[in-house]
């Protein structure tokens, strides 16, 4: 059976990894969870804990990854005391034995969404017309107690029907307002996102931050929090282009709605496609690595 090669990690060095890693996710985790306790939301740092399902203790969790090995210790983390952890005479490992049929089957799905997104050519003309389409008409506006829009409506409506949508992202065009789905250039499904996501997308983009928390605790925590922290710059990219005003909270905005805006816009798409594009190959191999290993008998 093919095994990983494994690198051994001393105690003293994982365990000093694990502090750090929980220090680095707290300095983030902990902020939001005061201001849960408050009933407040900040519709850019708090986004990435309500669009995406991964709870704060996970962000906060360490796990090595798939190919290192940790040396026993005392006071060991339970997570490190059950599957897919294997014990062996050098310590402990993730073992691939314990990965189900149905999450190497995600995982694939996963890797074919990546690839296909990292080689499709990138679009560059949306110009973040997903978050206006949104509150078209003004009938679902989603930071309504949090932010105000920056723009009154009928300027909002008229710059959507000014301009052409061609968004290629499931999650955004889903959320789009009824009335302006019909006008879009590409109609996105969930059956059929894997031939529709391209690398210059603010979403596809974010979504590395998705993929990499549906393989854990297979490609390790260094890769997730990369990924997490670049979603949270295309998050603030996302709103600062969005209608909504968040000079409060000290975001100028990107202003679409002017020529000048637009080419701003595309100037941060491209910064962002490039700083994605090495992050998505990390994952890719990642996955490659783990997808590489047998299938287990479990379903």
């Known amino acids: 059976m093919h095994q990983t090669a494994l690198t051994p990690l001393s105690a003293p060095v994982w365990q000093e990894r694990m502090a750090a890693h929980r220090a680095r996710a707290m300095a983030w985790t902990q902020p939001m969870r005061d201001r849960r306790a408050r009933r407040e939301s900040h519709p850019v740092l708090d986004f990435l804990h309500t669009y995406y399902s991964f709870s704060f203790g996970k962000l906060e969790q360490w796990h090595p990854g798939l190919g290192v090995t940790l040396q026993e210790a005392p006071d060991l983390p339970r997570i490190f005391k059950r599957p897919p952890y294997q014990r062996s005479d050098n310590g402990l490992h993730l073992d691939t034995t314990h990965l189900p049929d149905k999450k190497r089957k995600q995982l694939t799905w996963i890797h074919h969404l990546l ?6 050519p990138p679009n560059f003309a ?13 009938a679902e506006i989603r930071h309504r107690e949090t932010v105000p829009l920056r723009l009154p409506q009928e300027a909002i409506d008229a710059l959507v029907d000014s301009h052409p949508l061609c ?5 955004a065009f889903r959320f789009f307002a009824p009335s302006t789905r019909p006008r879009n250039k590409f109609f996105p499904d969930l059956s059929d996102r894997g031939d529709n996501e ?12 998705k993929w990499s928390f549906k393989a854990m605790p297979w490609i390790g925590s260094d890769l997730l929090w990369d990924c997490f922290q670049f979603a949270t710059r295309c998050r603030e990219i996302d709103m600062r282009a969005s209608p909504y005003d ?13 020529e000048a805006g637009r080419r701003e816009y595309e100037r941060e798409q491209l910064a962002l496609m490039n700083a994605g594009r090495p992050l998505r190959e990390r994952l890719i191999a990642a996955l490659e690595n783990v997808l590489a290993a047998p299938p287990s008998s479990i379903s």
């Open 115 to 120: 690839v296909g997104t990292q080689h499709r």
């Open 126 to 138: 949306c110009h973040g017309l997903h978050e206006w389409a949104m509150v078209y008409s003004g």
């Open 167 to 171: 968004c290629t992202h499931y999650d």
């Open 198 to 209: 391209q690398p210059g997308c603010i979403h596809a983009n974010m979504d590395l931050y």
């Open 246 to 258: 968040l000079r409060s909270l000290g975001y100028a905005p990107i202003p679409i709605e002017t």
